[in-house]
């Protein structure tokens, strides 16, 4: 089969080859990688396996790489060839002592027939070995689950039964791949998902974790697609047991008004699947109102809107860039003394001209109702 890398990753390949032929081990890349290689996209990681213990193999690789970093309780490695980084897995047997929980390492340098089954998708389960012969790098696809047919077929598809129940948050990673790749869960799988999230085990799953995959897959172009899906097929009982009844017409008043780029509106939805208590303000200035609300991160500012409905959101949106054409140094030059009073009628101006932009369009403008409401005897 034909890979192409860049130079450095190749020569990185030849060496781990080269180690694994010295200590009669097999390598692999594995996963997303020959997915990708399948289906033409670019792939920005290449993750390795070995077909033994990763952290050993790893201590006797050339001087030119260096050991970065050990993971001894999933015995992964990270290594740097050349200013690149690259992690290291050994081949491994992992269980689930309760649904939703971290994984347990039980076995490690197994064969890569009992490694595929910790795996989440087929068409992450494809493995490439690789092997050095005459100073060249030869590749071998090793398909154990048809992976290949589901990736041709567009097919979302678990390695067991139990797969969902392990890991709940597989459901979050199938619902990234619809919108990337355009794939569509198996039959199967819609039955075995509907039965996972009537049965989440919240006490024990990892929401931190969760959260940080439902964060992943939101900073996409398409995560309003992603979002109502995950509300329209109740994905989010991943988080939560309460049933959410969203207003989507809602959500769009709220991104329209609040321009949120990937990050802020990812983090908008995830506070929506949090549902989180939102007290309304209440304001006795305008002044005071933008002070709060510059102060928000626009993705709370937006689901501060999307729960209250507060209209101070849509006049802060059309006041928010108003500001005094003077300082508080043209008042100390027609001998205004410094302190307390200069901050009260800049306030105060402020508040006017919030209220009657108009009126206040020059310099001139502001220091004339500046000497008439407070002048100097």
């Known amino acids: 089969m034909d890979f192409k890398v860049d130079s450095n990753t190749y020569d990185f390949m030849k060496i781990l080859a080269k180690n694994a032929l010295r200590k009669n081990v097999r390598v692999f890349f594995v996963g997303g990688a020959v997915r990708d290689l399948i289906l033409g996209c670019k792939t920005k990681d290449i993750d390795f396996l070995i077909q033994g213990n990763a952290i050993d193999f790893s201590k006797s690789l050339s001087d030119d790489i ?55 998708f087929s068409i992450n389960s494809l493995y490439v070995e690789f092997f050095i012969k005459n100073d060249t790098l030869t590749f071998q696809l090793i398909d154990l689950v048809d992976g290949v047919k589901d990736i041709k077929n567009k097919v979302l598809r678990v390695l067991h039964n139990k797969s969902y129940i392990d890991d709940p948050t597989r459901i979050l990673r199938g619902l990234e791949y619809k ?38 897959i939101l900073l996409s172009n398409d995560n309003n697609k992603i979002f109502r899906d995950l509300i329209e097929q109740k994905y989010y009982k991943i988080f939560t047991a309460q049933n959410l009844d969203i207003d989507f017409a809602k959500i769009s008043n709220c991104l329209d008004l609040i321009s949120l780029n990937l990050d802020e509106s990812s983090e908008f939805y995830i506070n929506i699947i949090k549902n989180t208590v939102v007290k309304k303000y209440k304001f006795k200035s305008k002044v005071e109102m933008i002070k709060v609300f510059s102060k928000l991160d626009k993705s709370y500012l937006a689901y501060y809107y999307f729960k209250t409905s507060d209209n101070n959101v849509l006049l802060y949106n059309k006041i928010k860039d108003i500001q005094l054409n003077i300082t508080g140094y043209d008042l100390i030059n027609l001998n205004y003394p410094e302190g307390e009073l200069i901050g009260r009628i800049l306030s105060s101006l402020l508040e006017k001209k919030l209220s009657n932009f108009k009126s206040f369009l020059t310099k001139d403008d502001e220091l004339g109702w500046v000497k008439k409401n407070f002048p100097l005897f």
């Open 66 to 120: 260096s050991l970065i970093s050990i993971h001894d309780d999933f015995s992964t490695v990270k290594v740097s060839y050349l200013g690149k980084n690259y992690d290291i897995a050994s081949s491994r047997v992992e269980e689930y002592p309760f649904s939703g929980c971290l994984p347990v390492v039980r076995n490690v340098g197994v064969d890569i027939k009992d490694d595929v089954v910790r795996r989440d």
């Open 179 to 216: 919108y990337r790749f355009g794939f569509e869960f198996s039959k199967n799988d819609i039955l075995l998902i509907r039965d996972c999230l009537s049965n989440i085990d919240y006490y024990h799953l990892s929401i931190d974790r969760a959260y940080s995959v439902l964060k992943k």
